[in-house]
């Protein structure tokens, strides 16, 4: 079974770039999760998707963070512009669902720099 | 505000050391208790635990969840190098899991 799949692996950029992240889920798994993990640090909840639709972004810098999850499948989280502080692995994550349900398989994640 | 605390931040210890990991926890709506052990790449998954299942055992690993004093230790017997990782606690409130800081363990040979 294929595991989530995230791309890409590793991005620099300069500051006020924009830059975007993709995922793909484990097949079968409705609710999808972005999280940013900064070094020494654990992993922040960033956004949660219940099939396409957003319900716990709180977390959620909206000024300069947006991501979708059109078909409620595979996801995009958007940074624009983007700041020094946004340099951290940014890590996808899914499970089955439903409100009690908490075992989630993370990807590899997306290591990004911003100089 | 939901807090995962997580205990030594770092230990080095030789192969074939016994170590213990500690996790305490304040959350609301507490469901469910995992481990993660993460290398240089995604954190995978070790246990859950819940209200139904305090003590898990997995080889060499082995967990427990202790509801009264809110929270769980993870043990590890006769450590290898290849145990050398960070090891996430994670608390499960609803479907949001908040992640502790980790506990960076360096095993030598």
């Given at each position: 079974?294929?595991?989530?799949?995230?791309?890409?692996?590793?991005?620099?950029?300069?500051?006020?770039?924009?830059?975007?992240?993709?995922?793909?889920?484990?097949?079968?798994?409705?609710?999808?999760?972005?999280?940013?993990?900064?070094?020494?640090?654990g992993p922040e909840l960033l956004i949660r998707?219940?099939?396409?639709?957003?319900?716990?972004?709180?977390?959620?810098?909206?000024?300069?963070?947006?991501?979708?999850?059109?078909?409620?499948?595979?996801?995009?989280?958007?940074?624009?512009?983007?700041?020094?502080?946004?340099?951290?692995?940014?890590?996808?994550?899914?499970?089955?669902?439903?409100?009690?349900?908490?075992?989630?398989?993370?990807?590899?994640?997306?290591?990004?720099?911003?100089? | 505000?939901?807090?995962?605390?997580?205990?030594?931040?770092?230990?080095?210890?030789?192969?074939?050391?016994?170590v213990t990991l500690n996790c305490s926890y304040?959350?609301?709506?507490?469901?469910?208790?995992?481990?993660?052990?993460?290398?240089?790449?995604?954190?995978?998954?070790?246990?859950?635990?819940?209200?139904?299942?305090?003590?898990?055992?997995?080889?060499?690993?082995?967990?427990?969840?202790?509801?009264?004093?809110?929270?769980?230790?993870?043990?590890?017997?006769?450590?290898?190098?290849?145990?050398?990782?960070?090891?996430?606690?994670?608390?499960?409130?609803?479907?949001?899991?908040t992640f502790g800081e980790g506990t960076q363990?360096?095993?030598?040979?």
């Amino acid at each position: 079974e294929a595991g989530v799949v995230q791309s890409p692996r590793y991005k620099i950029i300069e500051k006020k770039q924009p830059v975007a992240f993709w995922c793909n889920p484990i097949s079968g798994h409705n609710t999808l999760y972005w999280y940013r993990q900064n070094l020494g640090q654990g992993p922040e909840l960033l956004i949660r998707y219940e099939n396409e639709e957003a319900v716990d972004d709180s977390q959620l810098p909206k000024d300069r963070f947006s991501a979708e999850r059109l078909k409620g499948v595979d996801s995009t989280l958007k940074i624009q512009p983007a700041e020094l502080g946004d340099s951290a692995v940014y890590l996808c994550a899914s499970s089955l669902g439903g409100i009690d349900y908490n075992e989630q398989f993370f990807g590899p994640g997306t290591r990004l720099t911003v100089l | 505000e939901d807090k995962v605390v997580q205990s030594p931040l770092s230990l080095v210890v030789h192969e074939g050391d016994t170590v213990t990991l500690n996790c305490s926890y304040e959350v609301t709506n507490f469901r469910s208790l995992l481990w993660y052990k993460q290398e240089k790449k995604a954190p995978t998954f070790l246990f859950m635990l819940t209200s139904s299942g305090i003590e898990k055992k997995s080889g060499r690993l082995s967990s427990i969840l202790d509801k009264k004093e809110l929270s769980s230790i993870l043990n590890i017997t006769a450590t290898q190098t290849g145990d050398s990782a960070i090891y996430l606690c994670a608390v499960g409130s609803g479907s949001r899991l908040t992640f502790g800081e980790g506990t960076q363990l360096t095993v030598n040979p």
